[in-house]
């Protein structure tokens, strides 16, 4: 054990950690495993059950039939795919080009800053109610084409609100998600500095080349977990499509709160396969992330 | 591996625990008012009720919160919900957990298969109604009264107010709204993109499909009862018929459906539609009286008539505070507060007890009731009244419109 002098003191360094990394770890893991491990077994459990009544098990696969036989679950899967994958590349180009302007020192980068991350802690459903003012058919834009005359009534405003392209979710997650990538991907610029960049400028590389050979590949893992992030927040969540979507398809998770709360009993286990889908999506898209990151040589 | 039986623990306490759940049963229900108030007496009632009308929350919370503050001194919570089926799972889930009692919700707005789903799963307390004092204001040899969606009520929930569909328009922009199902169609592809209704499971657009399916069926006659397939898909295949001529000239070309009321009336509001409907028509005035709908909002039946129903108040059997549920619904099913809920200005809904039990004073103050212009007579409405069906028509028929309109 070595000692550090600090002002004429002697710091005792940290004695040398004897307890197992699994014991430091259990707390983290019951939590985890605990809440999501058996919510998890739980609705597995449930979706096999096919005994609408509490307290009776009838174990059936029909249920996993039902929801995998039929066409619309798959088109709410297609859309769900749509909107995370369109809201994550989308947040993504936006959010290293804002955090690529703001690193460098300008006038007014304080306020420019303040107002990019501005909307982090506007709640998402605030945000959606938002955007269902400013572009539904008889929202505020619409109203002010509708004055000028542009648009002869709100049917002829473009429908980009309960739209089958989901155009109003993906941009409210847009919007709510650039601010966290700019972040994200401001802190890790931060941290590489700029002197890499500024050598292979030196040594001849334009900016777009610098960025691709020099800066892209030092910014790649913390982007790419901010995706994962983006992408999977908005496969799974809710609010969103439930307020923006259209009746058909519906979002999965919309899908699935909609197969709990049906009066019929029996089409609960229809609901947890359904967020049992959603969950192993995720997970595998987690695992994904996690092995492109290593993949990618990062440790 | 040593964290195998930790995780076997783990996976095993959800399967266990619905295994304490059996056998929970709903206590016997009291025989004395008086021990009933005097338990009740300074407690809670936490009140689970669809919360998507301003003026009826108004009215719970304030009026009727109100009235059990000033002469029990109980507490009225009024817990909003977007849909009842929201508090039926709640009470659904707290069995499986094993919570026989000591439940969250003490009292819901219920009916139809909501209330059907509550009594299949033996998830509510019944025997309590005939206890109350205020249980002689209510005809129950009524069959409308008796009977939620056809499933006898035997107790196990006491009615609150009645509701009948009725449509809306604004008389400003449109002269001669359609009065029949066949006139809606016409009315439909002579007004493209100025009609829609909410995709069912919404409840007042699946009430919407049941006037088609009715009409579609030759009448309500031979749909009372139980399920029938053979009578369903006759029906369907002609309702369906109906409702996909009609699609290309909806809203948006029929290529999505709003998915609430809500929403429906927003457009309405917003002039995207000109046509609205709905299964509590006071909403109308209440509307017209808030600026939201115009004052030539005008109201009115179909000529064949408009589906009706009873809505009730149920106790769950897990219910933490049964005695002051029970006073609450006392206290809602007296003249008075049935007269201030029948006030167009305060919500509009017409009265569940029989008024002819009540003291003249309080028929006097019924008779006298103004009549907002935008609001259709319950009167008029309940001339040519239809009946709701039985749970599982209901069930079938919005998840024949998802298979074979909505998508």
Redesign the interface.
């Known amino acids: 054990m070595r000692s550090l002098r600090w002002r004429g003191r002697i710091i005792p360094a940290a004695p040398v950690r004897t307890v197992p990394t699994w014991v430091l770890l259990t707390p983290a893991l019951v939590v985890v495993?605990?809440l999501f491990?058996?919510g998890l077994?739980?609705g597995a459990?449930r979706s096999l059950d096919a005994d609408?009544?509490?307290?009776?098990?009838a174990w059936s696969l029909a249920a996993w039939g039902r929801v995998l036989g039929d066409?619309?679950t798959w088109?709410s899967f297609g859309l769900s795919l749509w909107i995370a994958g369109a809201s994550t590349l989308l947040s993504v180009l936006f959010g290293v080009a804002v955090a690529l302007m703001l690193r460098g020192a300008f006038r007014g980068r304080a306020l420019a800053s303040w107002l990019v991350q501005l909307n982090l802690a506007v709640p998402h459903l605030v945000g959606a109610v938002g955007i269902l003012y400013l572009l539904s058919?008889?929202g505020v834009l619409a109203r002010i084409a509708f004055a000028a005359g542009a648009i002869e009534?709100?049917?002829d405003f473009p429908?980009l609100i309960?739209?089958?392209w989901a155009a109003g979710i993906v941009l409210q997650y847009v919007w709510k998600e650039v601010p966290f990538l700019a972040l994200v991907t401001l802190a890790a610029l931060q941290g590489i500095g700029r002197d890499y960049e500024a050598a292979a400028r030196s040594l001849g590389a334009g900016p777009a080349r610098a960025f691709a050979h020099v800066t892209w590949p030092q910014i790649r893992p913390a982007v790419t977990g901010g995706a994962v992030i983006v992408f999977a927040f908005a496969f799974g969540a809710y609010e969103i499509p439930?307020l923006l979507?259209?009746?058909?398809?519906k979002a999965m998770p919309v899908l699935a709160w909609?197969r709990?709360?049906?009066?019929?009993?029996a089409r609960r286990p229809e609901a947890m396969a359904l967020a049992l889908l959603i969950a192993a999506l995720c997970g595998a898209l987690v695992l994904a992330g996690a092995r492109g990151l290593r993949l990618g040589g990062v440790r | 591996m040593t964290y195998r039986p930790l995780?076997a623990a783990?996976?095993a306490?959800?399967?266990l625990a619905?295994?304490f759940?059996?056998g929970?049963a709903a206590q016997d229900a009291p025989t004395d008012w008086d021990s009933v108030v005097e338990e009740a007496r300074g407690g809670e009632v936490n009140f689970f009720l669809w919360g998507g009308a301003d003026n009826i929350n108004a009215y719970v919370s304030d009026y009727v919160g109100g009235l059990l503050e000033e002469e029990y001194g109980i507490t009225l919570n009024a817990v909003p919900l977007t849909?009842t089926?929201?508090a039926?799972?709640l009470v659904?889930s707290e069995?499986?957990a094993g919570v026989t009692e000591g439940g969250a919700v003490d009292l819901v707005w219920i009916n139809?298969?909501?209330f059907?789903?509550m009594k299949?799963?033996?998830l509510v307390w019944c025997g309590w109604t005939d206890v109350l004092p205020n249980d002689d204001l209510i005809d129950w040899e009524n069959p409308a009264i008796a009977n939620d969606f056809g499933v006898p009520v035997e107790g196990c929930e006491a009615p609150w107010s009645t509701a009948q569909f009725a449509f809306g328009y604004d008389s400003a922009r449109t002269e001669e709204p359609p009065r029949s199902i066949p006139d809606l169609v016409e009315w439909v592809k002579a007004n493209p993109?100025r009609f829609t209704y909410p995709?069912p499971?919404d409840f007042n657009g699946s009430a919407f499909v049941r006037h088609v399916f009715y009409h579609a069926a030759g009448g309500v006659d031979g749909l009372i009862g139980p399920f029938d397939q053979a009578t369903y898909d006759a029906a369907a295949e002609e309702a369906w018929d109906i409702l996909n001529e009609m699609e290309p000239h909806l809203?948006?070309e029929g290529?999505?459906?709003?998915?609430s009321i809500t929403?429906l009336q927003?457009?309405f509001a917003?002039?995207?539609v000109d046509l609205i409907f709905d299964y509590n028509p006071s909403q109308f005035g209440v509307f017209v009286e808030d600026g939201t709908f115009p004052e030539t909002t005008r109201s009115y039946g179909l000529d064949d008539g408009t589906i009706g129903n009873t809505n009730y108040l149920a106790i769950p059997a897990n219910a933490a505070n049964r005695a002051a549920a029970m006073v609450a619904v006392n206290v809602m099913l007296s003249g008075e507060t049935q007269l201030e809920k029948a006030r167009p200005g305060v919500w509009g809904a017409p009265p569940a007890i029989d008024v002819s039990r009540l003291p003249q004073d309080l028929q006097d103050g019924f008779g006298a009731l103004p009549q907002h212009p935008s609001v259709v007579p319950a009167a008029e409405l309940a001339e040519t009244a239809l009946p709701e069906l039985q749970?599982e028509w209901v069930?079938a028929i919005d998840a024949g419109w998802?298979e074979n309109v909505?998508?």
Not at chain 1, 260 to 265: A, G
């Open positions: 495993l605990g491990g058996g077994a739980l459990l609408p009544l509490p307290g009776q098990m066409g619309g088109a058919q008889s009534g709100p049917a429908a309960w739209d089958p439930a979507g259209a009746s058909y398809p909609e709990f709360t049906d009066p019929d009993l | 995780l783990m996976l306490a959800p399967i619905p295994a759940a059996i929970a849909d089926a929201d039926v799972n659904l069995r499986e139809g298969e909501n059907r789903t299949q799963g033996d993109g995709a499971p809203w948006r290529a999505t459906y709003p998915t929403q927003q457009m917003n002039r995207e749970g069930s998802q909505g998508r």
